[in-house]
Every structure is written in C-alpha cells, then in structure tokens.
C-alpha cells in the first residue's frame, strides 16, 4: 500500500489512542510535549497576525498556541480522526482533510507554514515542499520539525541479548542499560511502533536530501535548530532525558521562500 493511504489508515484507526497518549504525557511518549513542541514554539517567535497554514496539524495541539501568539490559523492533516479532534479543541479555525501533496488552498495565501513531525511521513519531497512554496507568500517562511538526520541513521536490530530501536537506542534486555548506536548514508523506509498495533512507516534521509528538495522548491535554508528538551521531562522520563541532551532526536529546518 502507498505510504499515504497506509498513514491515514494508521491515524484514522489510532488516532484516539494515539492522542491519549500524548495527553496523558506517558513516560513513553512524552517528548513531543517536552521537546518538539517547546522548540517549534520558540523557533516561529513573534507570529501576531501573521496568517499561518499548520500542515499536518493532527489534534490542533500547536495550532492552539499559535492562536494564543495571535496568529491567524487554519490547519490541514490527512487523517479525519485528527481533523475531527482538532475542530473540537479549536471552534474557529478552518480545518481541511487533505495531503501536503495537494494544498486546497490559493497561491501566496499564507506568512508562515509550519508542519510539525509529519515531513517523514511524505514519499516525494519535492511535490510537498513545492506546494508549500506555492502558498506561501514571497519571503514566507516554512518551519518543519523532523527526525535529526543524524538520528535518521540508525538501525532497527533485536536478538536475545539486545533490542535496538528505529531511532538507535540499544537496550541490554538483561539489565535494561541503554546505549545509543549508528549507521549514515542509506535512506529507507522505516517503522516504529506509536502506541501499541499502531506501527507508523516513515522515510528515513540525509540532510543533503532536504536541502535539494528545498532549493529546488524555491527555498533557501534560513535555519537549522537542534531541539534540546524542557527540564520538566526529567520527572516524565529521567533515562530519556539524559539521551535527549546528549544528541538531537529532533530538529527544525527553516527557509524562507525566495
Ligand atoms: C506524528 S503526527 C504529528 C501531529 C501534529 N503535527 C503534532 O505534532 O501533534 C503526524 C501527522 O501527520 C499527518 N500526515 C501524515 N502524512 C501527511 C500528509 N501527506 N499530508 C498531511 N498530513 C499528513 C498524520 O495524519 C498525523 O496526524
């Protein structure tokens, strides 16, 4: 199946589950509310009044601080299940289903698109970043958070001894230490596993590969910001925490429409 109809699939079916989680901040799944999210917040700065498109919105969780800021939102995401929760936590915004592929949108509608964790989620960078540039006004700027391409790197692995994650993180079943291992260069598909059954597939890339895609797609790269996690983590997931301000697990790409 083509990774977008599986990926509305996975969120339409987990999508609930999958938001509980994130609001209930389990241990486990506690890291965008205490690492991508403080940064993206940060990272877009003074947004009043600005018209902002959220691709990929999900629940509506950023969009809801962007309103705070003052921004003029409307909100996008494949899946119905997150638009449905999204309208529900944020009454007047303008909310689409659709695919960062194909933006119902008008050309130079918005300031600033953000879109965040969902640019690994997409098979043809070119085609979405090109729909981003194209409704994005002139000197707009596009914000998206995603896996550090470092972090991209690694591979999954399991035998009796050792079980090693899709992010690198190999874990010594007998004492439960954790150490963090590598591998760069070999762009692929990968999967890990959300909540449980919920097994999201996701492309894995160099930085050289989202650097193309943008300058072809009309950008340039303005920023690169490393997400460092907020102290209060610490208390959710003391073990996660100390990796986290190791070596970024995520990152923000900034560029502006040239
Ligand atoms: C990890 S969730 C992040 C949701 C939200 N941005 C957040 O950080 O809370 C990824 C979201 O991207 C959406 N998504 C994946 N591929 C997409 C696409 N091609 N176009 C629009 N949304 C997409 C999924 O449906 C899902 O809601």
Redesign the pocket.
């Known amino acids: 199946m083509d990774i977008?109809k599986y990926?509305?699939k996975i969120?339409d079916k987990f999508g609930q589950e999958y938001q509980k989680t994130r609001e209930e901040k389990r241990p486990e799944r506690a890291f965008?509310e205490f690492l991508?999210m403080p940064c993206m917040f940060k990272a877009v700065g003074n947004i009043k009044e600005k018209k902002l498109l959220d691709?990929?919105?999900?629940?509506g969780?950023?969009i809801k601080k962007y309103l705070k800021k003052g921004a003029l939102c409307s909100g996008?995401?494949?899946?119905e299940t997150?638009i449905s929760f999204a309208r529900e936590k944020n009454k007047n915004v303008h909310f689409n289903v659709g695919?960062?592929?194909k933006l119902p949108y008008k050309n130079n509608s918005f300031g600033i698109v953000t879109a965040?964790?969902?640019i690994d989620?997409?098979k043809n960078l070119n085609k979405a970043f090109s729909e981003v540039n194209r409704v994005l006004k002139k000197g707009g700027l596009f914000y998206y958070s995603d896996m550090n391409p470092a972090t991209e790197s690694r591979d999954i692995y399991e035998n009796k001894e050792i079980k090693i994650d899709a992010f690198g993180y190999v874990e010594y079943k007998k004492t439960g230490k954790i150490i963090s291992l590598g591998r760069s260069w070999l762009e692929r598909i990968d999967h890990f596993e959300m909540v449980p059954g919920m097994k999201v597939k996701f492309y894995k890339r160099m930085f050289r590969t989202h650097l193309n895609a943008l300058i072809k797609s009309g950008f340039e790269l303005v920023d690169f910001i490393d997400c460092r996690p907020v102290k209060e983590f610490k208390k959710y997931n003391s073990k996660e925490y100390e990796m986290l301000t190791k070596f970024p697990m995520f990152s923000i790409y900034v560029a502006r429409k040239k």
């Open positions: 977008e990926t509305k969120y965008n991508e691709v990929g919105c999900g629940a969780v950023h996008i995401d494949l899946s997150m695919t960062i592929t965040s964790l969902m989620y997409v």
